[in-house]
């Protein structure tokens, strides 16, 4: 391998060390054959934690922080090569991994002080989902195209099935949206898809009137962006989102 993976760690004891080793290294290599591998050293972190996993990353290379429950799924390759996209956009100095970028675009918005709070714990969600989307890009393609509908449905069901509440409605709108983004981006809705109707009746029940426009934008993020581009498409990300807010704040 062109990247050397310098650790495997289990801080639980209880992991298959040999089966995520080896799902690693199925992954690097698929994204060798691409000509895109990440060129920094990679460590890896088992560990007990709620998401399924994580990425770190630093001047000298990345931590990848898988969970403990993410080894024993059918995702741990899905989970390794979303991360590993994350890590060569890193790498590649992609706009959607700038944090400055998105400190710009936050920066455009004039939030009132009663929805600041509510708005700001929003907003990195929402700005995450789109740096997820580019990961996928090059994810899904490679390794994960078989198990992208059933995973993402069920994303659609556990959002539209949520609590109701103002906040968590549009919680649950964004989370509809990049999962129905990303299932139309890569070609894997069907006409009249059940998905579609689920998250049609969550956006009757709640009266939310965002939801078609939220999923645009997550399916037709540009691939090609300039910084200065990006600014003004997470800005514009960041406007729907406020806009949900309102409406459900009245």
Do not use: C
Request: no cysteine; proline share 6%; aromatic share 6%.
């Amino acid at each position: 391998m062109g990247s050397a993976l310098r650790t495997i760690r289990d801080l639980t004891g209880r992991a298959d060390v040999d089966g995520v080793r080896s799902a690693f290294s199925a992954v690097f290599s698929a994204y060798e054959g691409q000509g895109r591998p990440p060129r920094k050293p990679i460590s890896i972190v088992i560990e007990a934690m709620p998401i399924m996993g994580a990425t770190q990353s630093m001047a000298d290379g990345h931590i990848l922080h898988v969970a403990l429950h993410a080894t024993k799924g059918e995702m741990l390759h899905g989970l390794v090569a979303h991360e590993m996209g994350h890590m060569v956009l890193t790498e590649e100095g992609h706009p959607s991994h700038d944090p400055e970028t998105q400190d710009r675009a936050m920066s455009r918005l004039a939030v009132h002080g009663g929805l600041r709070r509510g708005f700001n714990r929003l907003a990195p969600e929402a700005i995450n989902h789109a740096q997820d989307i580019y990961a996928d890009d090059l994810a899904i393609p490679l390794v994960v195209a078989d198990r992208a509908y059933p995973f993402f449905a069920e994303w659609i069901r556990n959002a539209a099935s949520s609590p109701p509440g103002p906040w968590e409605d549009v919680a649950a709108t964004i989370t509809i949206g990049v999962a129905l983004g990303k299932l139309e981006r890569h070609g894997f809705l069907r006409a009249n898809d059940p998905v579609w109707r689920e998250a049609k009746d969550f956006a009757a029940r709640r009266k939310v009137m965002g939801l078609d426009r939220i999923a645009a934008f997550y399916r037709n993020l540009p691939t090609s962006v300039t910084r200065s581009q990006y600014v003004d498409v997470l800005a514009g990300l960041l406007q729907l989102v406020l806009a949900e807010v309102h409406a459900k704040q009245k």
